[in-house]
């Protein structure tokens, strides 16, 4: 039995590294009535009590109603909690139950692992995103105003949090550690980054806070990429987002090197 | 070249030091035992050659390939049998093995033939569709021996692999890894069973407070340490002044006397045993039985030493 032998590289063992993908997305979608259904199911709930019925009362923003304006918003808000989702409670388990072992004990690269687990929550951030993205199609138009850069904002934006998720789930040593980025952060800020609202909309005071919020730029990121609404640099949004997924991406990557509450 | 060479091996936490400037090395093919008692380094010592814990200082190669430098090479030809089971509540255990051949690089196809061959041969083929918490204690078991084959290493290191196992399974896999070491795969066995350790491996190593203590072939550790008990039942015929005689011709031995039974101990009987019966003559010797120690006394007795010093 002859297998590939290249020790040196950061990424040669294609086949281990595809295993650890296909098995990252199998888990996710054997429970799919946990991982997959709730946020398209509440994101369809989204679409009608604030496109539908209050949104007829919002005037519209920068020339779209309200439901076209919430789409983008809406999308992202599931990619982040998608993604972040994925990689925490995944690596978690392995790590709480020691099935990581498994992996440990093999000839992965970290950088095999680290990009496994992240491109595990890339396509469910996007699986996730991408079908709200279809059903959506029911009820607005939406005019794509730049689909190579809704993609840039939506892959680095998973890759963000699925290493935030990374790095939660190997800092937490009790479940409930993972949901408390979850409800005292990632919701507040996602919410207060303007998925269900402009800046134009707020005080002056309150929209400058918000331009602190990196949430706001990965949702306008992705709104402006869609419907051509600017709101904030779209530069800066890009390069925010591209440098703090390479960041936290080597970042991961060089926790798994040196072991970091993986290896004793 | 040695299967694994261990030079300097230190591995430090916070407050303890699990493994104290150890060295060891390991012939390939060999069947090498590493005893020692609970917190005495062995786990320590297995983890780091497996890739599960990170060493402190120290130089390990595994098949001349360096533990750090080449892991990916170091890491196909070592298999892994953990003391504690691990779970994985998504997967059956069919599943289980072929992703984990995925991880050692086996192609989809073959993983899938090498799962279905390694389940039959470990009788777990009717049970592969049950996830690892749903199958018994020595369904586990096998199932850790079967994962840990999956990629065909060369070194087999399985740590405490019968623990809790019932008697009829630990013969069962004993055979198993008698047959997978004449194959000329190295095998590193820790164990609490000295029954295990006396009945399989060639050379065997003490190991006590992160250091080896004594490491030597099973026979010449046995020798080294023997010290037999030899039981005299002397003939219903002897009278009193010939017991005092034969008190005076064992005077240089540790013995005692109760009811015309004399032991002897702290003794090497196949080399005294002959010259003693000649001295005592043999018409006053009813019956001798020799008690050989056996790998237990021989372990208790050097670990105990250490705990002293």
């Known amino acids: 039995m002859t297998h590939k032998r290249n020790n040196s590289s950061y990424f040669s063992n294609y086949i281990g590294f595809y295993t650890l993908v296909k098995k990252e997305i199998v888990r996710f979608m054997s429970v799919a009535a946990q991982t997959f259904y709730p946020p398209i199911i509440s994101s369809v709930l989204y679409m009608f009590i604030f496109g539908l019925a209050i949104g007829s009362f919002v005037k519209n923003i920068d020339g779209f109603n309200y439901l076209t304006f919430l789409i983008p918003g809406l999308i992202m808000m599931n990619i982040i909690n998608s993604a972040?989702?994925?990689?925490?409670?995944s690596l978690f388990i392995a790590r709480f139950l020691k099935s990581i072992e498994d992996m440990l004990v093999s000839p992965l690269s970290y950088m095999e692992m680290v990009l496994a687990y992240v491109l595990g929550g890339i396509v469910r951030g996007l699986l996730v995103g991408g079908v709200i993205l279809i059903i959506s199609f029911f009820f607005v138009k939406i005019p794509f105003v730049n689909i190579p850069l809704m993609l840039f904002f939506a892959i680095f934006t998973s890759i963000i949090f699925s290493c935030i998720g990374i790095l939660i789930a190997l800092v937490s040593e009790k479940f409930d550690h993972l949901s408390i980025l979850?409800?005292?952060?990632?919701?507040?800020?996602?919410?207060?980054?303007?998925?269900?609202?402009?800046?134009?909309?707020?005080?002056?005071?309150?929209?400058?806070?918000?331009?602190?919020?990196?949430?706001?730029?990965?949702?306008s990121g992705l709104r402006y990429s869609m419907l051509g609404?600017?709101?904030?640099?779209?530069?800066?949004?890009?390069?925010?987002?591209?440098?703090?997924?390479?960041?936290?991406?080597?970042?991961?990557?060089y926790l798994f090197k040196i072991g970091y509450k993986i290896r004793q | 070249m040695h299967a694994i060479s261990i030079k300097n091996l230190t591995k430090k936490y916070k407050d303890k030091i699990a493994v104290d400037n150890l060295n060891l090395e390991i012939k390939k093919g060999e069947f090498f035992g590493l005893l020692g008692p609970n917190g005495a380094g062995k786990t320590t010592t297995i983890g780091i050659l497996t890739g599960l814990i990170n060493k402190t200082e120290g130089e390990i190669t595994v098949l001349g390939h360096d533990l750090v430098r080449d892991y990916r090479i170091v890491r196909r030809s070592i298999g892994l049998v953990p003391q504690e089971f691990?779970?994985?509540?998504?997967?059956?255990?069919?599943?289980?093995?072929?992703?984990?051949?995925?991880?050692?690089?086996?192609?989809?196809?073959?993983?899938?033939?090498?799962?279905?061959?390694?389940?039959?041969?470990?009788?777990?083929?009717?049970?592969?569709?049950?996830?690892?918490?749903?199958?018994?204690?020595?369904?586990?078991?096998?199932l850790l021996i079967a994962k840990a084959l999956v990629h065909d290493p060369e070194i087999l290191i399985l740590d405490e692999p019968t623990a809790g196992v019932d008697v009829e399974l630990r013969k069962k896999l004993w055979q198993l890894l008698r047959d997978f070491n004449k194959q000329g795969k190295t095998i590193i066995l820790t164990t609490h069973y000295l029954e295990e350790a006396e009945e399989l491996c060639e050379r065997?190593?003490?190991?006590?407070?992160?250091?080896?203590?004594?490491?030597?072939?099973?026979?010449?550790?046995?020798?080294?340490?023997?010290?037999?008990?030899i039981l005299i039942t002397l003939s219903p015929k002897c009278t009193l002044s010939d017991i005092e005689q034969i008190k005076t011709v064992l005077k240089e031995k540790q013995f005692t006397l109760k009811q015309s039974v004399i032991t002897i101990t702290n003794i090497d009987a196949s080399k005294e045993l002959a010259a003693i019966v000649e001295q005592i003559?043999?018409?006053?010797?009813?019956?001798?039985?020799?008690?050989?120690?056996?790998?237990e006394e021989i372990f208790l007795r050097l670990t105990n030493d250490t705990q002293k010093k």
């Open chain 1, 84 to 89: 972040y989702a994925n990689t925490s409670s």
């Open chain 1, 182 to 219: 979850t409800t005292f952060i990632i919701n507040p800020l996602t919410y207060l980054g303007g998925v269900f609202y402009s800046t134009k909309m707020l005080p002056p005071m309150l929209a400058k806070v918000t331009y602190f919020n990196p949430m706001f730029y990965m949702i």
């Open chain 1, 229 to 253: 609404i600017q709101e904030g640099n779209i530069w800066f949004a890009t390069g925010l987002v591209f440098f703090m997924g390479v960041g936290l991406f080597l970042l991961c990557v």
């Open chain 2, 86 to 142: 691990n779970f994985d509540p998504f997967l059956s255990i069919y599943d289980l093995l072929v992703y984990q051949a995925g991880f050692f690089g086996i192609p989809p196809k073959e993983a899938k033939k090498k799962a279905e061959f390694l389940l039959k041969d470990f009788e777990l083929w009717d049970s592969r569709k049950f996830t690892m918490r749903q199958i018994s204690g020595g369904m586990k078991r096998r």
């Open chain 2, 204 to 229: 065997i190593g003490i190991i006590d407070h992160g250091k080896i203590i004594e490491i030597d072939t099973k026979i010449n550790l046995m020798n080294k340490f023997r010290q037999d008990e």
């Open chain 2, 281 to 295: 003559t043999a018409k006053y010797i009813d019956t001798i039985t020799i008690k050989q120690r056996n790998l």
